[in-house]
Structures are given as C-alpha cells and as structure tokens.
C-alpha cells in the first residue's frame, strides 16, 4: 500500500530556512511525480511544488525563487527545501502522489514561521 511520511516541520523566524522529507513506499518511487501541497487555516489546500520522475520541476509563483524540490530516487524520498520564509508561508504542508488515478496524502507536517 502507498504511505507518505513527512518530517521536518517545525517553528522558524521570518527568513529563516526548513527543509521537508517525504519518505514513500507502496510504488516504483522513481516514476511517478511528487508534489508538496499546503493548507493554511481557513484556507483551501493548494499546490507549492512538484517534480517528475525525470526531475522536472513546477513551481507555485508565490514560492519561485525561495523553495527547491528534489527527489532521491535511491532512498524514496523527496525533499522541500525552504528559504527566506515568510510569516504567509505559514501552513501544513502535505505529501503527495497521484497513483493509479487515485490521490494519496501523508499525515502532514506543520510549517509555522513567527518572530
């Protein structure tokens, strides 16, 4: 069975930088596409990031410049590496895959940045 495993959330001062994992198991990682997506209180989930298998990436305008996402296909996992963060940012940001026409999230990992 699929699972996504976020991990590195945490609290940060405006500027500051996090970087998220993913760790996935269930399917052949390196062909499928990976994205983080957030959702901010009161606020739809929306898409940050993804990448191919082939590591071609996508970016929501809001994050260009400021967040990377990557892949290691040898150890299953991807990466949302985040810099100068702003308090708007501020959201928990979930793992996903589409797979098999169906929609598979992890349990989310909470991002807050606050001075």
């Known amino acids: 069975q699929v699972q996504l495993v976020e991990s590195g959330g945490g609290l940060v001062q405006p500027g500051g930088s996090l970087r998220l994992s993913c760790a996935a198991s269930g399917f052949i990682f390196q062909l499928n596409a990976m994205g983080w997506y957030r959702q901010a209180p009161g606020k739809e989930r929306e898409l940050v990031a993804q990448i191919t298998g082939r590591a071609t990436t996508n970016y929501a305008e809001s994050v260009k410049g400021r967040f990377t996402i990557s892949r290691d296909n040898a150890k299953n996992t991807v990466y949302l590496q985040m810099n100068s963060l702003k308090p708007e940012d501020t959201a928990v940001y979930y793992c996903?895959?589409?797979?098999?026409?169906?929609?598979?999230w992890g349990q989310g990992t909470q991002v807050t940045v606050s001075s």
């Open positions: 996903h895959i589409l797979y098999r026409a169906r929609d598979y």
